[in-house]
T-cell receptor, first 113, second 114 residues
Framework: AQSVTQPDIHITVSEGASLELRCNYSYGATPYLFWYVQSPGQGLQLLLKYFSGDTLVQGIKGFEAEFKRSQSSFNLRKPSVHWSDAAEYFCAVGATGRRALTFGSGTRLQVQP | ETGVTQTPRHLVMGMTNKKSLKCEQHLGHNAMYWYKQSAKKPLELMFVYNFKEQTENNSVPSRFSPECPNSSHLFLHLHTLQPEDSALYLC?????????????FGPGTRLTVT
């Protein structure tokens, strides 16, 4: 069965600094990978997804993620964080034969002025 | 209305009450989901429906009873709940239930059981 690990429960960065959120997955074949963001009191919004092809994918709000098969990772990055990026971020994996996504436990991002 | 809507946004109920959560999607999707999000716990999948048929019940207690009358509407009927059922309940929809079908989420219902 597939699984997703987000090692960092909570991260604090300064506004304007770069950001990298880690995601590791466990799955035998090429997974379908997603990053979602959840602002306080809101549902989850899709930031980006990876199925195949170019391993660097661009998403909304200036985010990007890189798929590294050798490291079983799909880390989310942003070159310059804005205060509005403060939220919780979830990595998820979809797998053939499984009827729903498997979500990681989330990373809460705090942005300092 | 666009996207996925959920009503009510907040609900407080006693353990002997019966209430229902409603979800509606305006995206033309075929699959709908209920998730439970508790503090400090991963997102928990509860139920999956595809073309109105339940395809997954993730060992959810019978005090939670889903209903999917059509592909656009999903309900979660609640009765005799426990305080530990207090959580954010999220509804989602997707075009299908394939591994690449991205899910679109509603804003959630914040449930408090007293």
């Amino acid at each position: 069965a597939q699984s997703v690990t987000q090692p960092d429960i909570h991260i604090t960065v300064s506004e304007g600094a770069s950001l990298e959120l880690r995601c590791n997955y466990s799955y035998g074949a090429t997974p379908y990978l997603f990053w979602y963001v959840q602002s306080p009191g809101q549902g989850l919004q899709l930031l980006l997804k990876y199925f195949s092809g170019d391993t660097l994918v661009q998403g909304i709000k200036g985010f990007e993620a890189e798929f590294k098969r050798s490291q079983s990772s799909f880390n989310l990055r942003k070159p310059s964080v804005h205060w509005s990026d403060a939220a919780e971020y979830f990595c998820a994996v979809g797998a053939t034969g499984r009827r729903a996504l498997t979500f990681g436990s989330g990373t809460r991002l705090q942005v300092q002025p | 209305e666009t996207g996925v809507t959920q009503t009510p946004r907040h609900l407080v109920m006693g353990m002997t009450n019966k209430k229902s959560l409603k979800c509606e999607q305006h995206l033309g999707h075929n699959a709908m989901y209920w998730y439970k999000q508790s503090a400090k716990k991963p997102l928990e999948l509860m139920f999956v429906y595809n073309f109105k048929e339940q395809t997954e019940n993730n060992s959810v207690p019978s005090r939670f009873s889903p209903e999917c009358p059509n592909s656009s509407h999903l309900f979660l009927h609640l009765h005799t709940l426990q305080p530990e059922d207090s959580a954010l309940y999220l509804c989602a929809s997707s075009p299908g239930i394939g591994p690449g079908d991205e899910q679109y989420f509603g804003p959630g219902t914040r449930l408090t059981v007293t």
